[in-house]
């Protein structure tokens, strides 16, 4: 069908510090999509407040034109949005109500590679004095989605993969040996001590024998 990756979020609230409105197209402003299949540009709005009579469009803006693609209105939060203007049958409206978030995404169907531009998505609610909030979305039309080149990634991942592995391996080594240097010694020390032991019992033994008196 289409591929999206979603839009950032442009968020405006009233300097006199009440809860405005926000609206919102996700993540990312650039959306991809193949020519000829339908893409789905999101918007959403929310609001802190009630609404009522809330007016939105969306417009699109190329090198060379700018163009009012769809405008209606919104009751409230539990009707969907009332139809004002259009401007063809390849453009839908794809609204969905929600407790906290409301869905004005649009539509486009059969996408050419002429649709490519921004599209903009504007909502202004009344009982914010008529403030106007918007987010804008980026369409990238393509023949054929490109699959990215990951071989330069694993080649370094692997890389990267195989030193820290050498690094342990260098740090084990080292404990190994310096345990066995360290036993080495252990041994080397008891080995004199019990030399020097056995000598001094001898020293003393030979010292008795020549201080014993004659009968």
């Known amino acids: 069908m289409y591929h999206l990756s979603l839009s950032s979020t442009a968020v405006l609230f009233l300097p006199s510090g009440a809860l405005g409105l926000e609206v919102s197209a996700g993540k990312n402003n650039e959306v991809t999509a193949l020519n000829g299949s339908d ?18 469009w969306w417009t699109y803006n190329s090198t060379d034109t700018f163009t009012t693609l769809y405008e209606g209105s919104i009751k409230n939060k ?13 453009i839908e409206l794809a609204p969905k109500t929600g407790p906290k978030e409301y869905n004005i995404s649009l539509l486009i169907k059969n996408v050419d590679f002429v649709d490519a531009g921004k599209y903009t998505c504007h909502v202004i609610n009344p009982k914010e ?17 490109v699959k990215k080149d990951n071989t330069l990634m694993m080649i370094i991942l692997a ?48 010292a008795d024998t020549k201080e014993k008196p004659k009968a």
């Open 39 to 56: 893409v789905l540009l999101p918007c959403l709005f929310s609001t802190c407040i009630d609404f009522e009579n809330v007016r939105f």
């Open 78 to 90: 539990q009707v969907l949005p009332k139809v004002k203007t259009k401007f063809n049958e390849q």
């Open 129 to 145: 004095k008529n403030a106007k909030h918007q987010t804008t979305v980026n369409l990238n039309v393509v023949e054929k989605f």
């Open 159 to 206: 890389a990267v993969g195989g030193f820290i592995g050498f690094l342990i391996l260098v740090f084990i080594l080292k404990k190994v040996i310096c345990f066995a240097i360290k036993k080495n010694q252990e041994k080397k020390k008891e080995y004199l001590v019990n030399c020097s032991g056995n000598d001094n019992t001898e020293n003393v033994s030979k």
